[in-house]
């Protein structure tokens, strides 16, 4: 294993770059130009990959775990409180955007990159993030930059896209981040076959970031907070309550400013998946439930034991990432992460998640955010959701009408009819109004008439709905076609 870790770069790189030849041809100009990306990618890579053979055992790191100390978690009510500075352009020219785009639609049966995916009014998650950050500028007077981490998979279409945005009053970066081989399960070597190399995980931000130099040429612009979020996420919109909290100083101790702060919400059921902070050798930690020993994963999932979960909304000192990258200094816990591929091999997948990054830093903090901050888009479930009456546009922003008398959304489980976005669209003859619904499931063979009603109401049991306490259930009888109003 240890031979492994010694390979030097040069030597993968040419294995690989006779095999990205045209035709078995010669390396071209193209190729040439993807002999450092290899080799930069093998050297993370190795880093990865030593550090995932040395690691504690899982079991071992949860005996660790205590619960964050009350004070490293803010209300954001308490940000909200306080009064933001008169001159807001003040801290928007200290800020950069940046959001992680390096995701394909595929999930959900869309081509290409899914920061391109059609949303609402021909508008996709790159156009909403645009708008939202051109208001911004113009409201404020400011030069908020927007950048997009893209991968090899999505650069090349969305800086494609990216042209009709060239009038816009927004200085935009982009960089691509890295890719990284799996491992052979059984050996735990790295598979060395360049279709198999996979995406590494949010978690390549900071130094693949750092290598593109746009770190050194935002802080020669005087800026110092980067606002990191998904692409996909609709919630993660520029707020000034917790930018003004990351740029405050404390002139009795300077020292103590925050340097890196983490959005978590409220855990529901539904949220499972998402990691949790907790507090390890007296270090702010984030536990994913993949480093979670398999005996305690039903503990992990308790919501009354892990009550707040990562939103992957963070805000970043640029000074402090500026030290910590050339110091080698970020470490971020490795996940394991075991696949099939196609052909029936049995991999792992190494990855690294940017939430992680915060024990490296001097001064973290978490800071409990309303649920509204945390609208992702992963399934058509949710797609259903933000394309309803349940929300309007504001410049690029959704926000949850006025007729809702619940601040909770509703919780929608469309079955597997309705898992691609094609399927949405033929099942659905328009999207319903669903102001008024609380839970909505969907099983079977199952469409939907024109300006359906979803609500809770005690009169359409004659429409193939069963009502269970709160709950809507469709249920799969034959081919069921549901009319105007359940």
Request: aromatic share 8%.
């Given at each position: 294993?240890?031979?492994?870790?010694?390979?030097?770069?040069?030597?993968?790189?040419?294995?690989?770059?006779?095999?990205?030849?045209?035709?078995?041809?010669?390396?071209?100009?193209?190729?040439?130009?993807?002999?450092?990306?290899?080799?930069?990618?093998?050297?993370?890579?190795?880093?990865?990959?030593?550090?995932?053979?040395?690691?504690?055992?899982?079991?071992?790191?949860?005996?660790?775990?205590?619960?964050?100390?009350a004070e490293t978690i803010q209300a954001y009510e308490s940000l909200c409180m306080k009064p933001l500075p008169t001159d807001v352009?003040?801290?928007?020219?200290?800020?950069?955007?940046?959001?992680?785009?390096?995701?394909?639609g595929t999930y959900m049966g869309v081509p290409g990159p899914k920061g391109l995916m059609n949303i609402r009014d021909k508008n996709n998650f790159l156009?909403?993030?645009?708008?939202?950050?051109?208001?911004?500028n113009q409201t404020y007077g400011s030069d908020v930059p927007l950048v997009l981490m893209n991968s090899p998979f999505t650069?090349?279409?969305?800086?494609q896209s990216l042209q009709k945005y060239s009038k816009c009053p927004i200085h935009i970066h982009t960089f691509v981040h890295s890719r990284f081989p799996p491992l052979h399960k059984d050996t735990r070597l790295p598979m060395l076959s360049l279709e198999n190399w996979f995406l590494s995980g949010h978690?390549?931000?900071?130094?693949?970031?750092?290598?593109?130099?746009?770190?050194?040429l935002f802080l020669a612009q005087g800026k110092e907070i980067l606002f990191i979020s998904n692409i996909d996420n609709l919630g993660a919109t520029v707020d000034l309550h917790i930018l003004s909290e990351m740029l405050h100083r404390d002139l009795q101790n300077p020292e103590t400013t925050c340097d890196f702060l983490m959005e978590v919400t409220d855990r529901t059921q539904a949220d499972s998946k998402g990691g949790s902070l907790i507090e390890i050798d007296g270090k702010l930690r984030l536990l994913e439930i993949a480093q979670v020993p398999p005996e305690h994963v039903e503990d992990f999932l308790s919501v009354s034991e892990f009550k707040?979960?990562?939103?992957?909304?963070?805000?970043?000192?640029?000074?402090?990432?500026?030290?910590?990258?050339?110091?080698?200094?970020?470490?971020?816990?490795?996940?394991?992460?075991?696949?099939?591929?196609?052909?029936?091999?049995?991999?792992?997948?190494?990855?690294?998640?940017?939430?992680?990054?915060?024990?490296s830093f001097s001064h973290p903090?978490?800071?409990?955010?309303?649920?509204?901050?945390?609208?992702?888009?992963?399934?058509?479930?949710?797609?259903?959701?933000?394309?309803?009456?349940?929300?309007?546009?504001?410049?690029?922003?959704?926000?949850?009408?006025?007729?809702?008398?619940?601040?909770?959304?509703?919780?929608?489980k469309l079955g597997t009819h309705f898992s691609k976005v094609r399927d949405l669209q033929i099942r659905f003859e328009n999207i319903p109004n669903v102001v008024?619904?609380?839970?909505?499931?969907?099983?079977?063979?199952?469409?939907?008439?024109?300006?359906?009603?979803?609500?809770?109401?005690?009169?359409?049991?004659?429409?193939?709905?069963?009502?269970?306490?709160?709950?809507?259930?469709v249920l799969p009888v034959a081919k069921a076609g549901i009319g105007n109003e359940a």
């Open positions: 294993m240890t031979a492994l870790v010694a390979i030097p770069p040069l030597i993968l790189v040419g294995y690989y770059i006779p095999r990205l030849s045209l035709r078995g041809g010669p390396p071209t100009r193209m190729h040439d130009k993807l002999h450092p990306v290899l080799r930069d990618d093998w050297k993370k890579f190795q880093q990865l990959y030593k550090q995932f053979i040395q690691r504690e055992r899982p079991t071992s790191v949860w005996e660790k775990i205590c619960k964050p100390p352009s003040s801290l928007l020219e200290k800020l950069v955007v940046l959001k992680l785009n390096g995701g394909l156009d909403f993030t645009v708008q939202q950050i051109e208001h911004l650069d090349e279409e969305t800086q978690g390549d931000v900071y130094a693949s970031l750092c290598h593109s130099g746009l770190i050194e707040i979960f990562n939103t992957n909304n963070l805000w970043v000192s640029l000074k402090a990432l500026q030290i910590l990258t050339k110091q080698d200094s970020i470490h971020l816990e490795v996940i394991a992460n075991r696949q099939i591929l196609p052909g029936g091999q049995d991999i792992i997948r190494l990855e690294t998640a940017a939430g992680s990054a915060i024990g903090r978490g800071v409990n955010v309303p649920r509204s901050r945390f609208l992702p888009v992963k399934t058509t479930s949710d797609l259903l959701l933000v394309k309803s009456n349940l929300y309007h546009l504001c410049n690029g922003s959704f926000i949850l009408c006025e007729e809702r008398e619940f601040d909770t959304i509703p919780l929608v008024e619904l609380d839970h909505l499931t969907v099983s079977g063979d199952v469409t939907f008439g024109k300006d359906v009603v979803l609500k809770l109401q005690d009169d359409a049991a004659h429409l193939k709905f069963l009502r269970l306490a709160s709950f809507w259930t």
